[in-house]
C-alpha cells in the first residue's frame, strides 16, 4: 500500500510539475544546456507569455502544439507545451508552435493571400504578446513562429482539405519596428527583414494588398464581389491528402466570414526578354540623362549601361559602377560593403529616384560595384563585387528620410562575389556610429 501511495503521490507531483504552465516546455525537456538554462532563467516571463498567449481570441480554434498538422480532435488531447528558447541559424530565437484551424479555399486565395491571413490572425497577435516582454532581452535575437493552417481544394474532381505550414523568423529590431512603427512604409521595411515561408518555400508579405509580382490567383472569369475562409467545425469525416491517402478527417460543415475584397488582382510581372528590351527602350531617355548627369559622383562602367534585368520575380533596374574606397589596411569584405554605401551608394539614391517617378513599371533598383582601394592597384579589393538590390517602396522611404540606411539595407539583398550576406553597417565598421 505505502508503495503505491508513493507512486500515486510521485505521478501527481509530475503531472502537477508539467501543467503548471501549460503553453510553456518544462526547461528539464530541452537537450541544449544554454537554451535548457535560458528556459529556467526567464521561466516566469515565458509563464506570463503563456497567459497572454490563452487570451488572443482569432476568428477560428487555434492551439498551441509541440506538433503540427494534427486533426482538431487529436489536438485538444496532444501536448500543448510549444513556448521555448531555440536556435536559428546559430542564433537564440523565441519560438512559438501551433495549430490554427482555418481552412482556406484554393481557388479564391493563392498562398500569399493565405500565408498574410495566418500572419494577421494569428503571428501579430503573438507578436503582440512576446515582443514587449522580451524586447530588452539581450538573449533573444529573433521570434521563431510555426503555425499550420488548412487549405481546401480538389485534385482529381474531389474536395480535399490538407495542411499548409507557416514559418515567420523575424529578428528582434525588426519586431521591435514593426510593432512600435507608425509609418506604414518603416513597418514594412521591417516585415522586409522576415524570413517567411510556406510549406518550405519562401513568399514575401506586403501589409497593404498583393505586390505587383506576385503570382495572382487562378480565379473564374467573373470572381465573386468577396472571399471566404471556411473552418472546420463539427465532428470528423473522412479526409484525403494531395498524396492520395485518407487519412484524418474534413468538416461535416462549415462556417463562412466574409471578409473584405481584396484589391483587384495584379498580373504576373512580365520578366521576359522582350518585356525587359520594350521597358529599356521606354526609359532610354532617362537612363542617358542620369548617366550623363551623375557619372561624376556615381563612377559608371562605361562599358555596361544601366539595364533592367529580372531578380526575384521582379524587374530591378541595376547600375554598374565602381567604388573606390580610402586605404584600409586589414578591413574584412563585409566592412568594405558596409563603406561602399556610406561612402558611395547612399549618396546616389534620392538623386538618381528623382529620375524615375513611375513606380509601376519596375521593382526595385541594384546597384552592382565593384571595389577599389585608392593607391592599391590590383589590391584583393578589386575582387569584390558587391551588389545591392533595393525594393522601390523601401528605397522611396529613404528618399523621404523615414528611414535610414540600415533599415534599407535590411529591406533588401546584399550579395558579395555572388553570396548573398547579412550586413550590419554599424557592427561592419567596427562599432562606429556613423
Given at each position: 500500500m505505502r508503495l503505491n501511495s508513493w507512486l500515486l503521490i510521485t505521478a501527481s507531483v509530475l503531472f502537477s510539475f508539467v501543467n503548471a504552465y501549460p503553453q510553456v516546455l518544462a526547461p528539464n525537456e530541452i537537450k541544449d544546456p544554454e537554451l535548457r538554462a535560458l528556459q529556467q532563467q526567464y521561466l516566469d516571463d515565458l509563464k506570463a507569455l503563456g497567459e497572454d498567449v490563452r487570451t488572443i481570441q482569432p476568428d477560428y480554434p487555434f492551439y498551441l502544439s509541440r506538433k503540427l498538422d494534427l486533426d482538431e480532435q487529436q489536438q485538444?488531447?496532444?501536448?500543448?507545451?510549444?513556448?521555448?528558447?531555440?536556435?536559428?541559424?546559430?542564433?537564440?530565437?523565441?519560438?512559438?508552435?501551433?495549430?490554427?484551424?482555418?481552412?482556406?479555399?484554393?481557388?479564391?486565395?493563392?498562398?500569399?493571400?493565405?500565408?498574410?491571413?495566418?500572419?494577421?490572425?494569428?503571428?501579430?497577435?503573438?507578436?503582440?504578446?512576446?515582443?514587449?516582454?522580451?524586447?530588452?532581452?539581450?538573449?533573444?535575437?529573433?521570434?521563431?513562429?510555426?503555425?499550420?493552417?488548412?487549405?481546401?481544394?480538389?485534385?482529381?474532381?474531389?474536395?480535399?482539405?490538407?495542411?499548409?505550414?507557416?514559418?515567420?523568423?523575424?529578428?528582434?529590431?525588426?519586431?521591435?519596428?514593426?510593432?512600435?512603427?507608425?509609418?506604414?512604409?518603416?513597418?514594412?521595411?521591417?516585415?522586409?527583414?522576415?524570413?517567411?515561408?510556406?510549406?518550405?518555400?519562401?513568399?514575401?508579405?506586403?501589409?497593404?494588398?498583393?505586390?505587383?509580382?506576385?503570382?495572382?490567383?487562378?480565379?473564374?472569369?467573373?470572381?465573386?464581389?468577396?472571399?471566404?475562409?471556411?473552418?472546420?467545425?463539427?465532428?470528423?469525416?473522412?479526409?484525403?491528402?494531395?498524396?492520395?491517402?485518407?487519412?484524418?478527417?474534413?468538416?461535416?460543415?462549415?462556417?463562412?466570414?466574409?471578409?473584405?475584397?481584396?484589391?483587384?488582382?495584379?498580373?504576373?510581372?512580365?520578366?521576359?526578354?522582350?518585356?525587359?528590351?520594350?521597358?529599356?527602350?521606354?526609359?532610354?531617355?532617362?537612363?542617358?540623362?542620369?548617366?550623363k548627369e551623375l557619372d561624376a559622383k556615381a563612377h559608371f562602367v562605361p562599358y555596361a549601361a544601366p539595364a533592367f534585368i529580372a531578380f526575384r520575380k521582379g524587374i530591378y533596374l541595376e547600375f554598374s559602377l565602381n567604388t573606390t574606397l580610402p586605404e584600409a589596411p586589414g578591413g574584412s569584405r563585409y566592412r568594405l560593403a558596409a563603406l561602399a554605401f556610406d561612402e558611395h551608394i547612399a549618396h546616389l539614391i534620392r538623386p538618381m529616384l528623382g529620375y524615375f517617378k513611375d513606380d509601376s513599371q519596375f521593382d526595385g533598383v541594384s546597384f552592382s560595384t565593384t571595389l577599389h582601394l585608392s593607391g592599391k592597384t590590383g589590391s584583393p579589393a578589386s575582387s569584390e563585387a558587391v551588389e545591392f538590390f533595393f525594393p522601390l517602396s523601401a528605397l522611396r522611404c529613404y528618399e523621404r528620410y523615414d528611414c535610414t540606411g540600415q533599415q534599407l539595407i535590411d529591406a533588401g539583398t546584399v550579395l558579395i562575389n555572388g553570396e548573398r550576406i547579412g550586413l550590419d553597417l554599424q557592427i561592419a565598421e567596427g562599432g562606429s556610429a556613423r
Open positions: 485538444k488531447a496532444a501536448d500543448q507545451r510549444s513556448i521555448r528558447f531555440d536556435r536559428y541559424k546559430g542564433k537564440t530565437v523565441l519560438e512559438i508552435t501551433g495549430n490554427y484551424y482555418a481552412a482556406y479555399p484554393a481557388d479564391k486565395m493563392v498562398l500569399e493571400q493565405r500565408a498574410k491571413q495566418t500572419f494577421d490572425s494569428i503571428v501579430m497577435p503573438l507578436l503582440k504578446a512576446a515582443v514587449p516582454r522580451f524586447q530588452r532581452n539581450s538573449d533573444v535575437k529573433a521570434y521563431a513562429f510555426e503555425i499550420s493552417h488548412h487549405v481546401i481544394g480538389k485534385a482529381m474532381g474531389v474536395t480535399m482539405e490538407r495542411p499548409e505550414n507557416l514559418v515567420v523568423v523575424l529578428p528582434q529590431q525588426a519586431a521591435i519596428r514593426l510593432l512600435g512603427a507608425t509609418d506604414e512604409n518603416v513597418q514594412q521595411a521591417a516585415l522586409l527583414q522576415a524570413e517567411i515561408y510556406l510549406n518550405g518555400d519562401p513568399v514575401t508579405l506586403w501589409l497593404k494588398g498583393e505586390d505587383r509580382h506576385l503570382a495572382a490567383a487562378t480565379r473564374t472569369t467573373d470572381p465573386p464581389a468577396s472571399s471566404s475562409v471556411e473552418v472546420a467545425a463539427g465532428g470528423q469525416q473522412d479526409k484525403q491528402e494531395d498524396k492520395g491517402s485518407s487519412e484524418g478527417a474534413v468538416a461535416q460543415a462549415a462556417l463562412a466570414k466574409t471578409v473584405k475584397p481584396a484589391d483587384p488582382p495584379v498580373p504576373v510581372r512580365d520578366t521576359s526578354a522582350q518585356a525587359l528590351a520594350s521597358l529599356q527602350a521606354a526609359n532610354q531617355e532617362a537612363l542617358a540623362a542620369t548617366v
